[in-house]
């Protein structure tokens, strides 16, 4: 087999082999096909598309590339979620002790964040004493005693998908639904998990900003997990602007902790009732999606999902007096109000930039290298469709320099003003389960 051969059939655009996506990816990963013709088949893919048996086929070959987790010493169906990421993202940090309440095992596999705020991992870390070093006994340990468990990435979780998407973001590869599915999807599938939930974001927020384009990603994630055996479905929720109203790492864990509490803002709370509904009907803990809302509320109502989140937090090493006293989380210096300049409407709020403002505080890594501040970010005070008097707060900015002026001009041109009224945008769009 060579890849010349390979590369030439899907120019022509016919169906690669199982066999010769195997070849391909083991190929590429031990350095025996280049870059050059990866690269070229890349190009191929983008513009040829992939059937769902190539997409499936291509997934199952990055998996077997590396490390694979083994979770078959945890009682019960484990489900995983995934979100294609946004700004003020705080679900997992909400859904994992919620749908723990109730019995569902969510042994979660995190990374850190590169982009706007941190990564989950980079958020936990808000809480002093917690880490996510623990092994696979330990992991698995709490996974069944708790029900829930964080673990930082492995180093050799599918080392083909780590090689390919380098190369994809320097040969203008990176927007190709086959690409981007697969690599999501390998990630899951080695992590170990029985059935997935995929939260794909649309919007200005969003890594695919028309709903044409998330549906179309939600439905090849979808068929590639069902595909290969791991019961898989997908919301297409709203990332025009921001989630709930905190963007930074200690605030959203503040805004988490009033969440599990039933007192969260109304967008991340409905988000996380639909997304652990769908979570605990595929670990058939109720028979119906009806049934697994009432449970997730009747633990927001009754403290159980908050009390899972202390002791989650306790077992990594966590201070869990956080849950009970969110003072005690680290506080910026400052604190700045950001005044509206006239009376109206929002208008809109576009969430990339108001990440972009948060990640000049420090909320973010702009690199790899960036070291993140926990304290700092942003608290929304108004959302899409508010009425706002002019100089009422629309923004506070919780900063520790005293100079914001880039970061209020920044919130400034993002937030527009509108004398008419505005309809607050959808929030879940669709749900995909086939």
């Given at each position: 087999m060579r890849m010349v051969d390979l590369i030439e059939k899907k120019r022509d655009g016919f169906e690669l082999t199982t066999e010769e996506i195997q070849f391909m990816i083991k190929g590429f990963t031990d350095g025996s096909i280049p870059d050059y013709q990866m690269s070229a088949m890349a190009m191929a893919i983008f513009?040829?598309?992939?059937?769902?048996?190539?997409?499936?086929?291509?997934?199952?070959a990055m998996v077997e590339s590396g490390d694979q987790i083994d979770l078959s010493a945890i009682e019960?169906?484990?489900?995983?979620?995934?979100?294609?990421?946004?700004?003020?993202?705080t679900t997992t940090l909400v859904l994992g002790p919620l749908v723990a309440a109730v019995g569902v095992p969510v042994a979660k596999m995190s990374g850190r964040g590169l982009g706007h705020t941190g990564g989950t991992i980079d958020k936990l870390e808000s809480v002093k004493g917690f880490h996510v070093e623990i092994d696979n006994e330990e992991f698995i340990k709490l996974v069944n005693k708790n029900k829930i468990a964080v673990i930082g990435q492995t180093g050799n979780l599918t080392p083909a998908d780590k090689k390919l998407y380098a190369l994809r973001d320097v040969t203008a590869t990176v927007d190709s639904i086959p690409l981007i599915a697969s690599s999501i999807m390998s990630k899951k599938i080695a992590a170990g998990a029985d059935a997935i939930v995929l939260d794909v974001k649309t919007g200005a927020?969003?890594?695919?900003?028309t709903l044409e384009d998330s549906e179309a990603l939600a439905r090849a994630m979808v068929s590639?997990?069902?595909?290969?055996?791991?019961?898989?479905?997908?919301?297409?929720?709203?990332m025009s602007q921001p989630l709930g109203y905190a963007i930074g790492n200690a605030l959203e864990v503040e805004e988490a902790i009033e969440t599990?509490?039933?007192?969260?803002?109304?967008?991340?709370t409905e988000l996380c009732l639909t997304l652990g509904s769908h979570m605990v009907y595929l670990a058939n803990k109720a028979s119906s999606l009806e049934e697994a809302r009432s449970m997730l509320r009747e633990v927001m109502k009754n403290g159980e999902a908050l009390k899972k989140f202390k002791e989650f937090l306790e077992s990594q090493g966590g201070d869990g007096s956080v849950v009970d006293d969110p003072a005690k989380l680290p506080k910026a210096k400052y604190q700045f109000e950001l005044e509206a300049?006239?009376?109206g409407f929002v208008k809109e709020i576009v969430a990339d930039e108001i990440?972009?403002?948060?990640?000049?505080?420090?909320?973010?890594?702009?690199?790899?290298e960036s070291q993140i501040d926990l304290a700092v970010g942003l608290v929304l005070r108004k959302k899409i469709g508010d009425a706002v008097k002019k100089g009422e707060s629309l923004?506070?900015?919780h900063s520790n320099f005293e100079d914001i002026t880039e970061v209020k001009n920044m919130l400034y041109e993002n937030i527009v003003i509108s004398p008419e009224k505005t309809e607050k945008p959808t929030l879940i769009y669709k749900e995909i389960t086939k």
């Amino acid at each position: 087999m060579r890849m010349v051969d390979l590369i030439e059939k899907k120019r022509d655009g016919f169906e690669l082999t199982t066999e010769e996506i195997q070849f391909m990816i083991k190929g590429f990963t031990d350095g025996s096909i280049p870059d050059y013709q990866m690269s070229a088949m890349a190009m191929a893919i983008f513009f040829k598309g992939m059937t769902e048996k190539e997409r499936a086929d291509l997934t199952m070959a990055m998996v077997e590339s590396g490390d694979q987790i083994d979770l078959s010493a945890i009682e019960g169906i484990k489900v995983d979620k995934h979100s294609t990421g946004g700004v003020g993202d705080t679900t997992t940090l909400v859904l994992g002790p919620l749908v723990a309440a109730v019995g569902v095992p969510v042994a979660k596999m995190s990374g850190r964040g590169l982009g706007h705020t941190g990564g989950t991992i980079d958020k936990l870390e808000s809480v002093k004493g917690f880490h996510v070093e623990i092994d696979n006994e330990e992991f698995i340990k709490l996974v069944n005693k708790n029900k829930i468990a964080v673990i930082g990435q492995t180093g050799n979780l599918t080392p083909a998908d780590k090689k390919l998407y380098a190369l994809r973001d320097v040969t203008a590869t990176v927007d190709s639904i086959p690409l981007i599915a697969s690599s999501i999807m390998s990630k899951k599938i080695a992590a170990g998990a029985d059935a997935i939930v995929l939260d794909v974001k649309t919007g200005a927020g969003a890594f695919m900003k028309t709903l044409e384009d998330s549906e179309a990603l939600a439905r090849a994630m979808v068929s590639i997990g069902n595909n290969v055996g791991r019961k898989t479905m997908a919301v297409i929720s709203d990332m025009s602007q921001p989630l709930g109203y905190a963007i930074g790492n200690a605030l959203e864990v503040e805004e988490a902790i009033e969440t599990l509490k039933g007192q969260g803002p109304e967008d991340l709370t409905e988000l996380c009732l639909t997304l652990g509904s769908h979570m605990v009907y595929l670990a058939n803990k109720a028979s119906s999606l009806e049934e697994a809302r009432s449970m997730l509320r009747e633990v927001m109502k009754n403290g159980e999902a908050l009390k899972k989140f202390k002791e989650f937090l306790e077992s990594q090493g966590g201070d869990g007096s956080v849950v009970d006293d969110p003072a005690k989380l680290p506080k910026a210096k400052y604190q700045f109000e950001l005044e509206a300049k006239e009376d109206g409407f929002v208008k809109e709020i576009v969430a990339d930039e108001i990440g972009t403002a948060a990640m000049l505080l420090g909320a973010g890594r702009a690199t790899k290298e960036s070291q993140i501040d926990l304290a700092v970010g942003l608290v929304l005070r108004k959302k899409i469709g508010d009425a706002v008097k002019k100089g009422e707060s629309l923004v506070t900015i919780h900063s520790n320099f005293e100079d914001i002026t880039e970061v209020k001009n920044m919130l400034y041109e993002n937030i527009v003003i509108s004398p008419e009224k505005t309809e607050k945008p959808t929030l879940i769009y669709k749900e995909i389960t086939k």
